[in-house]
């Protein structure tokens, strides 16, 4: 098991950016595959990104080239760059962390209003 909390979700207007944040407690960090999810009102979760233990990243179509996710082993930390946000994107946004297990966090909001 893995305790994964989230933070730097917030309100942002439409077009901006926001860094979200999920801190491992494991020392084993490296070997797990990180994703992050997300889940908007009345929708189902979906997959947002992902990076392997290796460093091999996927990202959802309807994000490529404004998210970028990255992982900081030292710091057991992963992290989703998110800009050009859009309206539609506001959702609680969810780290998940698979190796032998599959873990996730609590979640933090994010959303993006005028």
């Known amino acids: 098991q893995v305790r994964l909390v989230e933070s730097g979700g917030g309100l942002v207007q439409p077009g901006g950016s926001l860094r979200l944040s999920c801190a491992a407690s494991?020392?084993?960090?490296?070997?797990?595959?990180m994703s992050w999810y997300r889940q908007a009102p009345g929708k189902q979760r979906e997959l947002v990104a992902v990076?392997?233990?290796?460093?091999?990243?996927n990202y959802a179509d309807s994000v490529k080239g404004r998210f970028t996710i990255s992982r900081d082993n030292a710091e057991n930390t992963v992290y989703l760059q998110m800009n050009s946000l859009k309206p539609k994107e506001k959702a609680v946004y969810f780290c998940?962390?698979?190796?032998?297990?599959?873990?996730w966090g609590q979640g933090t909001q994010v959303t993006v209003s005028s």
């Open positions: 998940n962390a698979r190796y032998s297990s599959e873990n």
């Open positions: 494991r020392s084993a960090f490296s070997f797990y595959t």
């Open positions: 990076i392997s233990s290796g460093g091999r990243t």
